[in-house]
Structure formats: structure tokens, C-alpha cells
């Protein structure tokens, strides 16, 4: 009787999710703001059931698999410089506010650094779907914002696993900081030497001509992976996305990457829908203030951090404006940061509706603003250019 019922649910979910979805789309908005409303609705008729749960929780670890999927290890290397020069720049702009601004809200030290892990990330997926819909690939900032993007993505990888540890370890001293970078450190090495070391090897093993005895082993390798890390104390989703940087390196990629996308849409939709109907949106009135005063704050500095990066690689001022515009949305790596230390660990009700808030603000109005950014960045200097010709009058 409860499987029929939560059957029941995730078919009401995933047919509210497909007309939600349809409306985003013809009036161009982020899907993932939208799953995250239709999961406010619905916890208004029934709550998160155990099939629900376990396939948001394998929402996470697909996305993170296909987000690893995305990177390979050599062109990372190659590409190193570039990638760590612009991150970092965008990491002191961004990462330390969330800092602040959790100790001004009274927070712990996990959770501040909760509140700036999720005040960091840029959404890759908005910002990747936005740079193609706008046609901007070809833009002289476009280079820099993936570079960004990949910085990001790879931090807070690693920034999961470290953040996971130590939620499951239950505090932060000498002796559990310690373990946990030790553990992490030892985690990636080792799948990073097994990409650079037995490519030949995994190839053959991969490459098998039957379509499903090839995705069924695919996913072993991702469950088997993401069930190592979490044997271990770490996040589920650092192994799926080490397993994704593994299989990268092989001649399979692309094949993986149109066999696993199906599974990955369909579970990270429920994930943001359970993520949604873990917010109580009575209370998120409460919220709001904060919620707003956040992404107000962290927009300016996601777009100054973003001109200065522009300025740093003799960018025009459009295309640094530009740059930083496009950093503004954020979606899926703060909503994982928020949900899976809500499964792992008690998270405080408050950061959860923060980050909730804080999606949808920036999602939304990223995207429009990102959107509409040579609209903004002409007014800018427009206003800047009457300025400085007041001045010098």
C-alpha cells in the first residue's frame, strides 16, 4: 500500500513537473527555480516518500558523475594555469563573503562555510545553456567564464567531500581536519592515477557492443563509486563524480555521457522537486530579507570580480561586464551543498530556507539578467561616461 502511494506521488510530481517545465521554457526561464516551486506546491498534497528520497539522492549522484563526465584529466593539466588564475581571483571575491556573512547571521563554522560554498558556485548548467540560447560562444569572455566555471565545479567537488567529512566526523579540530584531508587527498589520487594509468585497460573493459549490458556496467561503476566514498565518509557524490573523471578519459565518453543523461534528468528533476518540498514556504517570508539582502550583495561581487578578471586579461569593459553579469545565477552546486548535508547531518531549518530563497532570486533574476546584460552594461557606461564628463566640465 505505501509503494502504490508513493508511486502515485512521484507520478503526480513528474506530470506537474513536465507542465511547470513547459511553461518555464516558453517564457525562458531555469528549470531548476521552477522544480523548486513545483515542490513547494506539492508538499501541500503528500510528503517525501522513500522512493522519492532515494531517487533525489540518485539525482545527485548522476549530476555529479556527468559534471565529472565533462572535465579530463590531461586537459585539465594542460589548461592549469588559465583555469587556476581566474579562479582564484573569483574565489577571493566571492568565497570569504559567504564567510562573513554567515558569522553576522551567527553561525557555526560548518555552517558558514555551508552559507559560502552555496554563495560561490555559479550554476554551470544556467550559465552553459544561457552562453549557447544568447549565441555567445564566440565572445572574447566566454574562454574566461568556463575557466571560471571549471575552477568552481572542481572546488567545490573537492569542497563537498571535505564538508560532508566533517558533518559526518561532528566537529572541527587539529586531529578531524587532519583525517578528512587525508582521506579526500587519498580518495582523488587514486582515481586520478587510475585514469592517467589504466586508460588502455578501462577501455577495453567498457567497450562492450550489447547497449544494455553497457549502461548496466556504466552504472555499476557509478553506484559501486559513489558507495566507496560514502563506506568511507564522504559525500556519495565526490565518488560519482571521481568515476565520471575516470571514465573521461576513455574512448566511450560520448556513448556514456547519451546513456546516463536520461537517468540524469529525470532523477535531478525530483531532486530539486524533494529539495522544494523540504521548504516550508509558510516560513519563508522570514527568509526573504535575508534571502534578498544575500543575492544583492553576492551579485555585486560575483559581477565587480568578474570586471576585475576581465581587466586582468585586457578584456573591453562590455565583455568584463559581461563576464561578471554571467556569473550571477546560481542552481544546482548550492542546492546539492544545502540537500546533502540535510540528508548526512541536521541542517539548520533557517539555512535551508536561505538557500532555497536565494535559488530562486538568483536563478531567475540571473538569467533575465544575463539575458539582458548588454541592456544593463550600455546603461552603465552610458552613466559613467555623463559622470566623468560632468567632472572634467
Known amino acids: 500500500m505505501i509503494v502504490n502511494e508513493s508511486i502515485l506521488s512521484l507520478g503526480i510530481s513528474l506530470i506537474a513537473l513536465f507542465f511547470a517545465g513547459l511553461l518555464a ?3 525562458n526561464q531555469s528549470l531548476i527555480a521552477v522544480f523548486i516551486v513545483v515542490g513547494m506546491i506539492l508538499q501541500n498534497f503528500f510528503p517525501v516518500t522513500i522512493i522519492t528520497e532515494f531517487i533525489a539522492t540518485l539525482g545527485i549522484i548522476f549530476m555529479l558523475f556527468m559534471f565529472g563526465l565533462e572535465f579530463s584529466v590531461g586537459s585539465l593539466v594542460n589548461n592549469q594555469r588559465k583555469i587556476f588564475h581566474v579562479g582564484i581571483y573569483d574565489f577571493l571575491f566571492n568565497f570569504p563573503l559567504g564567510l562573513i556573512l554567515g558569522w553576522l547571521l551567527g553561525y557555526d563554522l560548518i555552517h558558514s562555510l555551508l552559507l559560502a560554498g552555496i554563495i560561490y558556485v555559479t550554476s554551470s548548467v544556467i550559465v552553459a545553456k544561457s552562453i549557447i540560447d544568447l549565441k555567445r560562444a564566440a565572445n572574447p569572455e566566454t574562454e574566461c567564464i568556463l575557466n ?4 568552481e565545479d572542481m572546488f567545490i567537488a573537492t569542497f563537498l567531500a571535505f564538508i560532508v567529512g566533517i558533518a559526518n566526523y561532528g566537529q572541527i579540530d587539529a586531529k578531524g581536519f587532519f583525517f578528512v584531508i587525508l582521506k579526500t ?4 589520487m587514486f582515481f586520478i592515477i587510475l585514469a592517467k594509468t589504466s586508460k588502455k585497460y578501462i577501455d577495453k573493459i567498457i567497450d562492450i557492443e550489447h547497449t544494455e549490458l553497457f549502461v548496466i556496467l556504466i552504472l555499476s561503476i ?5 558507495g566507496a566514498a560514502s563506506k568511507i565518509g564522504l559525500s556519495e557524490a565526490i565518488g560519482a563524480f571521481l ?3 575516470l571514465l573521461s578519459e576513455t574512448k566511450q565518453r560520448n556513448r556514456i555521457s547519451e546513456a546516463i543523461k536520461p537517468f540524469q534528468q529525470f532523477s535531478t528533476a525530483i531532486f530539486f522537486v524533494v529539495f522544494g518540498m523540504s521548504i516550508d514556504y509558510k516560513h519563508i517570508g522570514g527568509m526573504l530579507p535575508i534571502g534578498i539582502f544575500i543575492f544583492v550583495i ?4 560575483k559581477v565587480y570580480g568578474g570586471y576585475f578578471i576581465g581587466k586582468k586579461y585586457a578584456l573591453s569593459k562590455k565583455a568584463g561586464l559581461r563576464l561578471g553579469f554571467s556569473l550571477i545565477p546560481r542552481g544546482e552546486f548550492s542546492i546539492i551543498l544545502a540537500g546533502t548535508i540535510a540528508m548526512s547531518n541536521n541542517l539548520s531549518y533557517p539555512l535551508k530556507s536561505i538557500t532555497g530563497v536565494y ?4 536563478a531567475i533574476i540571473g538569467s533575465i539578467i544575463m539575458k539582458e546584460s548588454d541592456w544593463f552594461i550600455k546603461w552603465l557606461i552610458e552613466k559613467r561616461d555623463i559622470e566623468e564628463s560632468k567632472q572634467t566640465e
Open 25 to 27: 521554457t516558453k517564457i
Open 148 to 151: 571560471v566555471l571549471i575552477f
Open 185 to 188: 587527498s587519498a580518495f582523488f
Open 222 to 226: 557509478i553506484v559501486l563509486s559513489a
Open 243 to 245: 568515476a565520471g573523471l
Open 298 to 301: 553576492s551579485s555585486f561581487s
Open 359 to 362: 535559488v530562486l532570486l538568483s
